[in-house]
């Protein structure tokens, strides 16, 4: 069993994304939208974290109002599962459940409580200078003069 985690950071707006499997996964099932989980079990330590969507094997969100773990075709006016709609206009949708299961594939968590440590270290690049190549420049002339000088060539061999 294998879940996609994504750890969104309200202060900075970035998410972090994390593939979760085998004990670590186990922590996910059985719990719904808007339930708590510790970090320490994840692997981020002093972290909590508040469930905060998701969707299943065939992309279907998952819904906080939809109970159980099956998917449903609800009546939506707005919210998660529908795009813009007119005022007034219902559509019926198919959403997943908000509860955790085996055949859920992505899960959303927001951060509540930080940790010591940041979820993503910065990484140390060290930019390169790109080689010179004055040399071959000097060398190579642009394209139009090429033209202009086999042009040239070509007038003084018709005038002889």
């Known amino acids: 069993m294998?879940?996609?985690?994504?750890?969104?950071?309200?202060?900075?707006?970035?998410?972090?994304?994390?593939?979760?499997?085998?004990?670590?996964?186990?922590?996910?099932?059985?719990?719904?939208?808007?339930?708590?989980?510790?970090?320490?079990n994840i692997g981020f330590e002093g972290y909590e974290f508040e469930i905060s969507g998701g969707s299943d094997y065939c992309g279907f969100p998952m819904r906080r109002d939809?109970?159980?773990?099956?998917?449903?075709?609800?009546?939506i006016v707005s919210g998660v599962g529908i795009r813009?709609?007119?005022?007034?206009?219902?559509?019926?949708?198919?959403?997943?459940?908000?509860?955790?299961?085996?055949?859920?594939?992505?899960?959303?968590?927001?951060?509540?409580?930080?940790?010591?440590?940041?979820?993503?270290?910065?990484?140390k690049e060290e930019k390169k200078e790109p080689e010179k190549k004055e040399e071959s420049k000097k060398e190579e002339k642009p394209k139009e003069e090429k033209k202009a000088e086999e042009k040239k060539e070509e007038k003084s061999e018709e005038k002889k």
């Open 66 to 75: 939809v109970r159980g773990t099956a998917r449903k075709r609800i009546l």
């Open 2 to 40: 294998e879940f996609k985690v994504n750890f969104c950071d309200p202060k900075t707006g970035k998410t972090v994304k994390k593939v979760v499997s085998d004990k670590q996964a186990e922590i996910f099932l059985k719990k719904r939208i808007g339930d708590k989980i510790k970090g320490d």
């Open 84 to 123: 813009k709609n007119r005022k007034g206009r219902r559509v019926r949708k198919t959403v997943a459940g908000n509860t955790i299961y085996s055949r859920t594939a992505q899960i959303n968590l927001k951060i509540l409580k930080y940790g010591a440590k940041p979820l993503v270290e910065k990484k």
